[in-house]
């Protein structure tokens, strides 16, 4: 066929450009495909070309991470005399676009640190404009847990332990046998055992075991106060809400259910301490936080709530990671009995949080599972990056604390988090907060620390609940976060997170829910093309709208997925990605799109394509 001029090709551009500007029923993504065909049928080369591109002098650098590190640098040179219409790393079943800026043939991309810890194969794919492609699988990276940096699935701080019994956590794959004496934890799912160090090694090589980690001691968010403080009583006044119907859980030191603030609130006891059936406090710091949240006498933010205590911690406000993970476990299991919605958890670890614990994985679970997770940033600060677990867990509200002033509390843990997202995530009073004090029957005392700001959030999301039921964990969270009052640097910050927490513009978005508080959404999905030949370039098109995170396609066929990142270019609300099919096995396939809003939430469209062998 005779080749169009020069000419034919200006004028198309022109054309487009023109229809873009002046027809604003035109579909966006159809003149972008129609002109890219046109485009590349001008400067692609002849069928004629058979030979694929040539891949030499890859190289992984570091060809090691551990979990949280930044990154890799993966490097090619490639070489195609007709030219190179596009280069791809597979990692771990993740697509990692490597790019030539330097118009040298040396191509480069980036490898995260976020997959499992695991050496993984890197194939690198190289396909030239003519459809030709060739691949490289000579380079590997791995992924080493920080924590268990030989890689045997002990934690590293265990292994010196070797003479005596230690209380550890298995993570296992849910058909675990063979432990002695284990209790089972469903929500991760784990074992919890204690075993002698000399069997650890044994442990570890049975069928189905992840890793065997330390069972470590967790406390209480919170220290003595000494003065006078506000509370929400106010706002929930004018609100005409008070949390009636919404059911906290409250995973803490118990409650003093005898406490005038506390009367009838109670409507389930759990206690993995001593194991009594009556709820009761022998430390005090339970009896503080559950007031705040549904306390009597202008302390509770959310008064008419229901309370569902589980004691895990003991009179000194401590517990092992088992204990709250069994605690996570029993409000899954009775969530629907009690109307469990929003979970209070003022409890951390002691150091920084990487994102990587069991315990903030187990929370995540917990949001998936469609409870608001409230938890503390903890009281670590001031230094940077000092958030603890589960603060760094991605879809928990995590919250700092500040005082009347609002000023940050000088303990408050500061982020950013392992992933540099937001954290805290929001902040409110949490200095010289009085609430009911255990042990007597109207007295009352004050506390500081982030543990003191945790129940107000969980009393807010109470309110919300009561507001509107249909509230996901993730609307809960965007609502609250994007109505808070913003403190410290303008926009959201590593100290007060999005600013200190609003209730009454919270509770009024209820009603009045402006376009800058609605989820985000997944609108369609379509693809260039329903069926074609191994070989073939799929586009992949995805329409979204609202706070985005990320969007990916994952292609699923016979015998392998990719996750493709999606991108919007042109940021004009369409998502694309493009499939080189190349390699791939001739069958069904599904391309699912998933989309992460920036506050948890979650959609997902499918759409089905038929891969024909090559003719």
């Given amino acids: 066929m005779k080749a169009k001029p020069l000419l034919y090709f200006i004028l198309l551009a022109c054309l487009l450009s023109s229809a873009a500007a002046t027809s604003p029923g035109l579909p966006e993504n159809k003149a972008t495909r129609w002109f890219q065909q046109e485009y590349e049928s001008y400067l692609a080369p002849g069928k004629s070309d058979q030979t694929p591109p040539a891949i030499y002098g890859v190289s992984v650098s570091p060809t090691v991470l551990k979990c949280g590190d930044p990154r890799s640098e993966i490097n090619a040179y490639i070489h195609d005399q007709a030219g190179i219409e596009m280069v791809y790393a597979d990692i771990g079943s993740r697509m990692n676009l490597m790019l030539d800026l330097d118009l040298d043939h040396r191509y480069t991309g980036y490898c995260g640190s976020n997959l499992h810890a695991g050496t993984y194969k890197v194939t690198i794919v190289a396909i030239d404009k003519s459809g030709n492609a060739a691949r490289d699988e000579t380079a590997r990276l791995t992924i080493v847990d920080p924590g268990d940096l030989n890689g045997n699935r002990i934690e590293d701080s265990l292994e010196k332990q070797k003479d005596e019994n230690l209380k550890v956590i298995v993570l296992h794959d849910g058909n675990l046998s063979g432990l002695p004496a284990a209790e089972k934890l469903e929500v991760l799912p784990a074992s919890s055992v204690t075993l002698p160090g000399d069997r650890l090694e044994e442990i570890s090589k049975i069928k189905g075991v992840k890793g065997i980690y330390q069972d470590q001691k967790l406390k209480v968010m919170a220290g003595p106060g000494s003065g006078v403080s506000r509370v929400g009583a106010d706002a929930v006044r004018e609100s005409g809400l008070d949390g009636k119907g919404v059911t906290v859980a409250l995973i803490d030191t118990g409650a003093d259910a005898n406490h005038q603030s506390l009367k009838d609130k109670i409507v389930a006891f759990k206690d993995f301490v001593n194991d009594q059936t009556e709820a009761y406090d022998d430390n005090g710091h339970g009896t503080h936080c559950a007031s705040l949240?549904?306390?009597?006498?202008?302390?509770?933010?959310?008064?008419?709530?229901?309370?569902?205590?589980?004691?895990?911690?003991?009179?000194?406000?401590?517990?092992?990671?088992?204990?709250?993970?069994?605690?996570?476990?029993?409000?899954?299991?009775?969530?629907?009995?009690?109307?469990?919605?929003?979970?209070?958890?003022?409890?951390?670890?002691?150091?920084?949080?990487?994102?990587?614990?069991?315990?903030?994985?187990?929370?995540?679970?917990?949001?998936?599972?469609?409870?608001?997770?409230?938890?503390?940033?903890?009281?670590?600060?001031?230094?940077?990056?000092?958030?603890v677990i589960p603060g760094d867990a991605d879809q928990v509200i995590t919250v700092g604390a500040i005082d009347q002033d609002d000023v940050v509390f000088e303990l408050s843990s500061r982020?950013?988090?392992?992933?540099?997202?937001?954290?805290?995530?929001?902040?409110?009073?949490?200095?010289?907060?009085?609430?009911?004090?255990?042990?007597?029957?109207?007295?009352?005392?004050?506390?500081?620390?982030?543990?003191?700001?945790?129940?107000?959030?969980?009393?807010?999301?109470?309110?919300?609940?009561?507001?509107?039921?249909?509230?996901?964990?993730?609307?809960?969270?965007?609502?609250?976060?994007?109505?808070?009052?913003?403190?410290?640097?303008?926009?959201?910050?590593?100290?007060?997170?999005?600013?200190?927490?609003?209730?009454?513009?919270?509770?009024?978005?209820?009603?009045?829910?402006?376009?800058?508080?609605?989820?985000?959404?997944?609108?369609?999905?379509?693809?260039?093309?329903?069926?074609?030949?191994?070989?073939?370039?799929?586009?992949?098109?995805?329409?979204?709208?609202?706070?985005?995170?990320?969007?990916?396609?994952?292609?699923?066929?016979?015998?392998?997925?990719?996750?493709?990142?999606m991108d919007d270019f042109d940021m004009n609300g369409i998502y694309t990605a493009r499939w080189e099919t190349s390699f791939w096995t001739p069958g069904s396939y599904d391309i699912n799109v998933e989309m992460q809003g920036k506050f948890g939430e979650k959609a997902s469209l499918a759409v089905p394509f038929y891969l024909n062998p090559r003719m």
């Avoid at 006498?297 to 709250?324: Q, T």
Wanted: with cysteine; net charge negative.
């Fill in 415 to 565: 982020g950013s988090s392992s992933s540099e997202d937001i954290k805290p995530d929001l902040v409110t009073l949490g200095v010289d907060v009085v609430s009911a004090l255990a042990g007597s029957k109207d007295g009352y005392s004050s506390m500081s620390g982030t543990s003191m700001a945790v129940p107000r959030v969980s009393g807010a999301a109470a309110l919300l609940l009561q507001a509107d039921p249909d509230l996901a964990p993730s609307d809960v969270k965007r609502i609250l976060l994007k109505t808070a009052d913003d403190l410290g640097a303008e926009g959201p910050d590593y100290v007060y997170g999005y600013g200190a927490l609003n209730l009454s513009r919270a509770l009024s978005s209820t009603t009045h829910r402006t376009a800058e508080l609605r989820a985000p959404e997944l609108e369609s999905v379509e693809l260039s093309r329903d069926e074609g030949q191994v070989g073939d370039a799929v586009m992949i098109e995805a329409r979204a709208a609202g706070d985005i995170k990320a969007i990916s396609s994952l292609v699923k066929g016979p015998d392998r997925g990719l996750e493709i990142p």
């Fill in 293 to 387: 949240i549904a306390g009597g006498d202008g302390v509770g933010i959310a008064p008419g709530a229901k309370l569902a205590v589980v004691k895990v911690m003991d009179r000194e406000g401590a517990c092992y990671l088992s204990d709250a993970l069994k605690a996570l476990d029993w409000c899954l299991e009775n969530k629907d009995r009690y109307g469990i919605e929003v979970v209070s958890f003022s409890v951390g670890g002691d150091g920084p949080s990487d994102g990587t614990s069991l315990l903030d994985e187990a929370c995540d679970r917990m949001v998936d599972e469609g409870l608001v997770m409230c938890v503390a940033a903890g009281n670590s600060g001031p230094d940077e990056g000092s958030i």
